[in-house]
């Protein structure tokens, strides 16, 4: 009996000691999948952190590029703004309105202006009518700048153009750029019935284009190769969307239109003068001076067909005189 209760005391504890072990294990098990679950949580939050990272190091790189293009943009506009301003300068200049420069930010100061400016009188208070003794002294000093105004603009009413200007040079045919052109090459208008479009050859690196209204007066196939008297100092001006860089000069009159002819032996680009009339022609004819509309009534021809300034014959010097076909005593335009 007491064998058998040993037996059945010893198989317990044997089955006991085997529940302990495998628990120890679960336990062992279990410690193990806690850590590495923790690990897991680590690795996950730190992916997390590096998703966040890139994506605000990809939105500044896009941005960064942006404000790359932007700066590149706007360095273009400013270069285009700055040519568009020196060409309406330009313009403007050519046009005869005057530039003054203005002064760099450096060159001015306080004290030029405190030195222009009147300085303030001092007031002495007195026990009568301060405020009627500082009215009065503002009311004399407004009567002074007024009458000191008025001065200024008779001296300058009174001043004489300047030597060379342009305004002291006398209205006369000197003015004018005319010189000998051969028509390379002339067509009709695609816009317009009555004009042609020329190339014509003046003696420069390239031929101009010039527009005119003779395809009523003059067949197509007499404008190829024919030597012409043209102006060449007119402001281009744009003719039914073609612009026109000079002007064919003609024998004119209501019925009846002919082309000045030159010489016989003048070159394309050779100066047609007049004697007694000296002097460089304008770089281009101010319209708003009508320079062109004062000299042009007393351009003709003479009894002879000669084309002549106030008498004076259109001349291009050592070759001979320029004339129209037939036309006399015309007007020339």
């Known amino acids: 009996m007491e064998t058998c209760s040993l037996i059945t005391a010893a198989m317990s504890i044997g089955f006991l000691a085997r529940s302990l072990v495998k628990m120890a294990a679960n336990n062992a098990v279990l410690n193990r999948l806690e850590q590495k679950g923790a690990e897991a949580d680590q690795v996950i939050e730190y992916l997390k952190q590096q998703v966040a990272l890139l994506k605000e190091k990809a939105i500044l790189q896009a941005s960064l590029r942006e404000e790359k293009k932007l700066r590149v943009e706007n ?31 450096g060159t001015i100061s306080t004290a030029s202006f405190s030195e222009d400016l009147p300085q303030p ?31 200024q603009k008779r001296e300058k009413k009174q001043q004489p153009p300047a030597a060379g200007s342009d305004d002291s040079r006398s209205m006369d045919v000197s003015r004018l750029d005319l010189r000998v052109g051969c028509i390379i090459s002339a067509k009709n208008h695609p816009d317009a019935d009555s004009l ?14 010039v527009v005119s209204g003779l395809v009523k007066h003059v067949p197509l196939e007499q404008m190829q190769n024919r030597m012409v008297v043209l102006l060449c100092n007119l402001k281009p001006a744009k003719m039914r969307g073609v612009v026109s860089q000079a002007m064919v000069m003609c024998a004119s009159s209501p019925e009846k239109v002919e082309i000045l002819a030159p010489p016989s ?69």
């Not at 002495?124 to 105004?149: C, F, R």
């Open 75 to 105: 360095a273009k506009l400013k270069k285009e703004i700055e040519g568009l301003k020196q060409e309406l300068i330009q313009a403007e200049i050519q046009n005869g309105v005057k530039h003054i420069p203005v002064p760099s930010s």
């Open 265 to 333: 032996g003048a070159v394309p680009g050779e100066r047609i003068t007049f004697e007694g009339f000296p002097g460089e022609p304008e770089k281009e004819l101010n319209p708003k001076k009508k320079i062109w509309e004062q000299i042009q009534p007393d351009l003709h021809t003479n009894d002879q067909c000669i084309a002549t300034y106030k008498g004076v014959p259109f001349e291009v010097k050592g070759k001979g005189v320029c004339r129209a076909q037939t036309m006399a005593s015309s007007g020339i335009k």
């Open 121 to 151: 009188t001092p007031v002495t208070s007195s026990s009568s009518g301060p405020k009627d003794q500082i009215k009065g002294e503002s009311e004399e000093k407004k009567k002074k700048e007024k009458a000191e105004k008025k001065g």
């Open 196 to 209: 042609y479009v020329e190339e014509v050859e003046v003696g420069e690196a390239n031929p101009r284009t």
